[in-house]
């Protein structure tokens, strides 16, 4: 990963995640998030830093349900691609929510074939009934939603 380093962001990192999230959901690969909501779920996150501080990646972890979490707003900038960033981003929310005790971990994404190779496998949207009503009924493409569901059970 080179000198990045995974952290819990704290306020001043809410822009940085911002760009991020902007400069991937403008390519719909993840969805858009206004600033308020990253300063309200701030400590949600994970973000990935270099040297100077900057956000280079990001990443959600969500609880939804008494045993279930969700990753969301994965990203990495696009030079430093390739680096394990995204692998290792997920991994710290992989143990984050095995220490909270949930069973199952979901991501709805474009890019489901980045899942699939850490482990996730692919499931029926429909099998996430609490998650659906609880926050997909806001989103913009909703109810044609064209993510893919993926999930790991955890041990």
């Known amino acids: 990963m080179g000198n990045v380093t995974i952290i ?12 991020l999230i902007d400069f991937y959901s403008q390519r719909r690969i993840v969805l858009p998030r206004s600033i308020a909501d990253i300063y309200e779920k701030i400590r949600i996150f994970w973000v990935a830093v270099d040297e100077e501080g900057t956000v280079v990646g990001c990443v959600g972890l969500q609880f939804c349900w008494n045993d279930l979490a969700e990753i969301k707003s994965l990203a990495v900038r696009e030079d430093y691609h390739g680096k394990g960033i995204g692998r290792t981003l997920v991994e710290y929310c992989l143990a984050e929510a095995r220490e909270f005790g949930a069973r199952k971990v979901f991501a709805l994404t474009y890019v489901s074939d980045f899942f699939k190779n850490l482990g996730f496998v692919s499931i029926s949207k429909d099998d996430l009934p609490h998650k659906v009503w609880s926050e997909c009924i806001n989103c913009q493409h909703f109810p044609n939603c064209d993510e893919e569901a993926v999930e790991m059970i955890l041990s």
């Open 8 to 19: 819990k962001p704290s306020l001043k990192h809410a822009q940085g995640i911002k760009d």
